[in-house]
T-cell receptor
Framework: EPEVTQTPSHQVTQMGQEVILRCVPI?????FYWYRQILGQKVEFLVS????????KSEIFDDQFSVERPDGSNFTLKIRSTKLEDSAMYFC??????????FGSGTRLTVV | GENVEQHPSTLSVQEGDSAVIKCTYS??????FPWYKQELGKRPQLIID?????GEKKDQRIAVTLNKTAKHFSLHITETQPEDSAVYFC???????????FGGGTRLMVKP
């Protein structure tokens, strides 16, 4: 069964540093997403991406965040200057039109 | 925006019993309602979904019901097994490709 792949699985970074989280969505999917989950809490929407542009974003997705699809396979989330409260599990997801999401295995980001 | 409430937050049942998890949503424009199962430290996995043109959907031991007038939907698991133990999240969105708003999650514990 096709999978959404995320790297790294765990990233530790100093406060104020930039991080890039990487995702390889399922190859024939058209919609891509980033969600985050703070430990023990619910999954929260960050951003959706379709046709090479952001289609929706939440209040969490402020100017510190950006997404990019640099080539035909990768989908990245960049956090420019990390804060302690950015510590969370970040999930990438993808879907074809009209179907449910497939989530990746997540990147645990720890900001120290 | 959409708000999804989920109850109960924890649920403990004996193996073989049924489990019911309930969610309410606020946005009458929502039309797509998936349920995700998340095992500890793992990705959310879609287990069943329902669209607003359907009142009930069943897949083996799992069923979901939707009452669009009352804006609530429920997950029913029959003949529970220890491997059903996990956190279950409901979610809502306008369409299957749009952003999902998740409920707070239900930790289901099935005692052997």
């Amino acid at each position: 069964e096709p999978e959404v792949t995320q790297t790294p699985s765990h990233q530790v970074t100093q406060m104020g540093q930039e991080v890039i989280l990487r995702c390889v969505p399922i190859s024939n999917h058209l919609y891509f997403y980033w969600y985050r989950q703070i430990l023990g809490q619910k999954v929260e929407f960050l951003v959706s991406f379709y046709n090479n542009e952001i289609s929706e974003k939440s209040e969490i997705f402020d100017d510190q965040f950006s997404v990019e699809r640099p080539d035909g396979s990768n989908f990245t989330l960049k956090i420019r200057s990390t804060k302690l409260e950015d510590s969370a599990m970040y999930f990438c997801a993808s879907t074809m039109t009209g179907n449910g999401y497939t989530f990746g295995s997540g990147t645990r980001l720890t900001v120290v | 925006g959409e708000n999804v409430e989920q109850h109960p937050s924890t649920l403990s049942v004996q193996e073989g019993d049924s489990a019911v998890i309930k969610c309410t949503y606020s946005d009458s424009a929502s039309n797509y309602f998936p349920w995700y199962k998340q095992e500890l430290g793992k990705r959310p996995q879609l287990i069943i979904d329902i669209r607003s043109n359907v009142g009930e959907k069943k897949d083996q031991r799992i069923a979901v019901t939707l009452n669009k007038t009352a804006k609530h939907f429920s997950l029913h698991i029959t003949e529970t097994q220890p491997e059903d133990s996990a956190v279950y999240f409901c979610a809502a969105s306008i369409n299957a490709g749009n952003m999902l708003t998740f409920g707070g999650g239900t930790r289901l514990m099935v005692k052997p």
